[in-house]
């Protein structure tokens, strides 16, 4: 950096042009060695660079004005620094602190030169100055808009993994509910209808086998309980996202369930002692593939609750009708049935959440209450295509 100094240093000047300095002549080597001491601050530039751009600014102003130097370089890189590294208005201060210093030193070779009109000569060489300066500064703010355009991009694309994952976690936790807890509860009534028929029978009935049946409903209920703890870990963002994809379905081919399997899934649920009437009136016509297996879940759903709520002697009611341009669902039930004691605590709490997004999701509407003194019904509207 003492070339620097050096290079902008009028070392044959007459004494007379040089009254303004204050020490004249000026040495050669104390004016390197002036140059040079900008070096160690200098080298602090990227950890304080606008104290270290004010700092090497005020060193310029007091080499102007003591040995005649007038440095630029060491200046520039300074400024350069603090316009890539902090906010416009910290840098904006820098480039006045450098413009100042160049303009202390632009009036002192106005006074070196001398002449007649040293106003020309101040306009001529702070021109100069004005063009490196602002070319550095604007360099600088180009690289700190360019860091930023690329830190943003970073953050978007951890913003979009992110809600990716969470779309992905909502998902999971619908199909763990859907079909997981479907099939728990249908087991445990099961069991449960078992062990009530062989205890009635219990002079032909082994114990080991009564107590089978109950290690099977404590192990059913057990893992209903952890599955609804997996669940609230899995929607800990509630957000709405995009999830409408299926995914794979129960057999994990990929091929979701829909209304063609609304029989097995009767046959299922009278299994357990509900009785399950199923209509349909008008035409039916074709179905996106989200909206059949929102359809599908819908059912399973309600009639999963008949048996959990409600229980055996239920008689429960499925209604489809298809109209121009919509599907109209239709599922209640008397409530007149006996609850069974095992199937309490077996819901997970989050059927009708995932069932108002699905439903959301795919255009349509979803309403849910009581149809008499304890029965209860769900209705639900879903596009469908024309015919």
Known sequence: ??????????????????????????????????????????????????????????????LTVTVGSRPLLTLLVALYTAAAAVPLA??????????????????????????????????????VFTLLDTTAFGVGRWVAASRARAVELVRSGEALAAATVTAERLRIARELHDVVAHAVTVMVLQTTGAHRVLVGEAPRTSPEVLDALSSVEAVGKQAMSELRRLLEVLRTVADEVDAAEPGPG?????????????????????????SVAVSTTGTAGPLDPSVDLTAYRIIQESLTNVTRHAGP???????????????????????????????????SGFGFVGLRERVKLVGGSLDVGPASASGYRVHAVLPAEPR
């Open 90 to 127: 910290p840098a904006v201060a820098c480039l006045g602190a450098v413009l100042a210093a160049h303009g202390v030193a632009a009036t002192s070779e106005a006074l070196s030169v001398g002449g007649a009109r040293p106003v020309l000569v101040v306009v001529a060489v702070m021109t």
């Open 1 to 62: 950096m003492g070339i620097d100094t050096v290079l902008f240093t009028r070392l044959t000047e007459a004494p007379t042009d040089r009254a303004w300095v204050l020490l004249d002549p000026v040495p050669l080597w104390l004016v390197v060695a002036a140059g040079a001491a900008a070096v160690p601050v200098l080298s602090f530039r990227r950890r304080a660079p606008v104290a270290v751009c004010v700092t090497l600014a005020a060193w310029a102003v007091l």
């Open 250 to 274: 129960p057999d994990g081919t990929g091929t979701s369930p829909g209304l063609s399997r609304v029989p097995a899934l009767v046959q299922e649920i009278r299994a357990t002692g509900v």
């Open 313 to 347: 002697g239920t008689t429960a009611t499925v209604r489809c009708a298809w109209d121009d341009g919509a599907l109209v669902l239709d599922i209640t039930d008397d409530g007149a049935g006996t609850p069974v004691h095992a199937t309490r605590g077996l819901s």
